[in-house]
């Protein structure tokens, strides 16, 4: 399936194939305003309340993020934007568990990740979380297929079950013919939706994008940005996307904006 196949949600398999690269309709999902048919926005998946975090020390300290609050429901895709260094990878690091705040609460799918102890963060990231990176980040030697099943080895689910689990995701990222490619026999745009369908193996309540489209080209960006607010729509997840790129900040149902660690008023 190429880059360019038109996004369709299939309610009754809950597949998303694909995803229209131009154009932005999405069936199954609404394509302007916040709220989709289908998903309730009503429940609250993340709570971020007067969140600090300083680097550094003294006439050196840098306060990436400075009381920082708001939350996110299900079936909302929410873009955070500002300029380099605002904090947004800083903020969404500790949405996700991968860094602690000094100060304030964190609060994912009802796990209190702030005053959570290691083995918790860790079960957080691996099941309650997925993560996108600007950079991919695929294990080079691993074919699509055995990438997306990574989080599922972790997570010791059957080999059986994992081999239909990864079909599955592959087909819902538009990858199904590709599953035996190893990342440098597939396209920066194929890559990251290799990176998305690792991301919802563990089918995360939460997924964290940081500039997923960052060293994609405008019109591949937009197809990835496509796909994830399909998929956040159609299974009624919450995404946290930090990005620059105003058209894709266009596709997102909220947009937080930081300034010096500030969340400036919406
Ligand atoms: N581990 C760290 N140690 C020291 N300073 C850090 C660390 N991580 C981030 N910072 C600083 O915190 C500020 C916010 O950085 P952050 O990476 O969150 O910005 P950003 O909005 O993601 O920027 P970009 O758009 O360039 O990715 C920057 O001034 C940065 O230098
Ligand atoms: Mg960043």
């Given at each position: 399936m190429s880059e360019r196949d038109v996004t369709r949600y299939d309610?009754?398999a809950?597949t998303v194939a694909g995803a229209e690269s131009t154009g932005g309709a999405v069936a199954g999902a609404?394509s302007?305003?916040?709220?989709?048919?289908?998903?309730?926005?009503?429940?609250?998946?993340?709570?971020?309340?007067?969140?600090?975090?300083?680097?550094?020390?003294?006439?050196?300290?840098?306060?990436?993020?400075?009381?920082?609050?708001?939350?996110?429901?299900?079936?909302?895709?929410?873009?955070?934007?500002?300029?380099?260094?605002?904090?947004?990878?800083?903020?969404?690091?500790?949405?996700?568990?991968?860094?602690?705040?000094?100060?304030?609460?964190?609060?994912?799918?009802?796990?209190?990740?702030?005053?959570?102890?290691?083995?918790?963060?860790?079960?957080?990231?691996?099941?309650?979380?997925?993560?996108?990176?600007?950079?991919?980040?695929?294990?080079?030697?691993?074919?699509a297929?055995?990438?997306?099943?990574?989080?599922?080895?972790?997570?010791?689910?059957?080999?059986?079950?994992?081999?239909?689990?990864?079909?599955v995701l592959l087909e819902l990222v538009g990858l199904g013919g590709h599953a035996?490619?190893?990342?440098?026999?597939l396209s920066g745009g194929q890559q990251q939706r290799v990176?998305v369908a690792?991301?919802?193996?563990?089918?995360?309540?939460?997924?964290?994008?940081?500039?997923?489209?960052?060293?994609l080209d405008?019109e591949t960006g937009r197809s990835i940005m496509d796909l994830l607010r399909a998929v956040?729509?159609a299974?009624?997840?919450?995404?946290?996307?930090?990005?620059?790129?105003?058209?894709?900040?266009?596709?997102?149902?909220?947009?937080?904006?930081?300034?010096?660690?500030?969340?400036?008023?919406?």
């Amino acid at each position: 399936m190429s880059e360019r196949d038109v996004t369709r949600y299939d309610g009754a398999a809950g597949t998303v194939a694909g995803a229209e690269s131009t154009g932005g309709a999405v069936a199954g999902a609404e394509s302007t305003g916040g709220a989709v048919a289908g998903a309730t926005v009503t429940d609250e998946v993340v709570r971020v309340e007067g969140v600090n975090r300083t680097f550094g020390r003294g006439e050196h300290a840098v306060h990436a993020v400075r009381d920082v609050s708001f939350s996110a429901g299900r079936g909302e895709l929410v873009a955070v934007r500002g300029r380099s260094g605002a904090g947004k990878t800083t903020l969404l690091n500790l949405v996700g568990g991968l860094d602690r705040p000094d100060s304030g609460r964190v609060v994912v799918a009802g796990h209190d990740v702030t005053g959570a102890a290691e083995k918790e963060l860790l079960e957080l990231r691996r099941g309650t979380v997925g993560f996108v990176f600007q950079t991919f980040g695929l294990v080079p030697i691993l074919s699509a297929a055995e990438n997306v099943g990574v989080p599922l080895r972790l997570a010791r689910v059957p080999a059986a079950e994992r081999e239909e689990r990864v079909a599955v995701l592959l087909e819902l990222v538009g990858l199904g013919g590709h599953a035996g490619q190893r990342p440098y026999e597939l396209s920066g745009g194929q890559q990251q939706r290799v990176a998305v369908a690792r991301a919802l193996a563990n089918e995360p309540d939460l997924l964290i994008a940081d500039e997923p489209t960052g060293q994609l080209d405008s019109e591949t960006g937009r197809s990835i940005m496509d796909l994830l607010r399909a998929v956040v729509h159609a299974r009624g997840m919450t995404a946290l996307v930090a990005t620059h790129d105003p058209a894709l900040i266009d596709l997102a149902d909220r947009v937080l904006t930081l300034r010096d660690g500030h969340l400036l008023p919406a």
